[in-house]
């Protein structure tokens, strides 16, 4: 059974650009949550997806959204790039419903670099 | 809102030398909880989990029990090996929610 993949593995941009993200969940998986991984601010929620609908979001600012496809893939924007979006970006997916026993599977992640 | 406490790192032990890592928490209702692993260079690894008070949590050595009167979950390992280097971290999920909340983490290095 194929794990979470995250694409790309790494990715430099330039302030101001914007980047997506994308993240396959595991099959027949039907959440999709995305972490912002930095080494000052820690593991941080952003958002989470459940059958293309966003059920919960972090406190990020509206420079940071996602989408979710009929087929689960997700992808997450980040508009005019900040030198503080540099992190590591984790997706991570789970059956979605009420079985907390199940936990999460995160992906590899994603590196972006804003120079 | 929910948090998680970890001990602070970092953490050096010789090969075979016993591992603990507190973990405390705060949550409102019954969350569950768990310790994810980190290698360098990758993503989070389930390590191990427990969902209710007492259940213990177990995996490639590593243990953990859910004290739901202590609000504590420990990790444990009696013999810890090269291998085990890593970034250890505690996490709950909220029986009302549908996110992680994360400790800061703990790395651990072990030395031959």
């Known amino acids: 059974k194929a794990g979470v993949t995250q694409t790309p593995r790494y990715l430099i941009k330039t302030r101001g650009q914007q980047v997506t993200l994308s993240c396959s969940p595991i099959s027949g998986h039907r959440s999709v949550s995305w972490y912002q991984q930095t080494p000052g601010q820690g593991l941080q929620f952003l958002f989470e997806y459940f059958s ?64 | 809102g929910d948090s998680v406490t970890q001990m602070e790192g970092p953490v050096t032990l010789s090969e075979e030398a016993f591992l603990t890592i507190n973990c405390t928490y705060t949550a409102t209702g019954y969350p569950s909880l768990f310790w994810y692993v980190q290698y360098p260079g990758e993503g989070l690894q389930l390590l191990l ?64």
């Not at chain 1, 059956?95 to 026993?101: K, L, Q, S, V």
């Not at chain 2, 420990?74 to 999920?93: I, M, N, T």
């Open chain 1, 52 to 115: 293309e609908t966003q059920r919960n979001k972090g406190n990020f600012p509206g420079r940071f959204s996602g989408r979710q496809f009929s087929n689960s893939r997700s992808e997450m924007n980040v508009s005019t790039l900040e030198l503080g979006d540099s992190a590591l970006y984790l997706c991570a997916s789970s059956p979605g419903n009420r079985d907390r026993a199940y936990g999460y599977t995160f992906g590899s992640g994603t590196r972006l670099t804003v120079v």
């Open chain 2, 49 to 112: 989990k427990a969902t209710k008070a007492d259940d213990k949590g177990s995996n490639k050595g590593f243990e953990a029990t859910y004290r739901k009167e202590t609000t504590s979950f420990h990790l444990e390992k009696g013999s810890v090996q090269v291998s085990d280097s890593a970034v250890y971290f505690c996490a709950l999920l909220n029986s009302n929610d549908y996110k992680l909340s994360f400790g800061a983490g703990t790395t651990v290095t072990v030395r031959a």
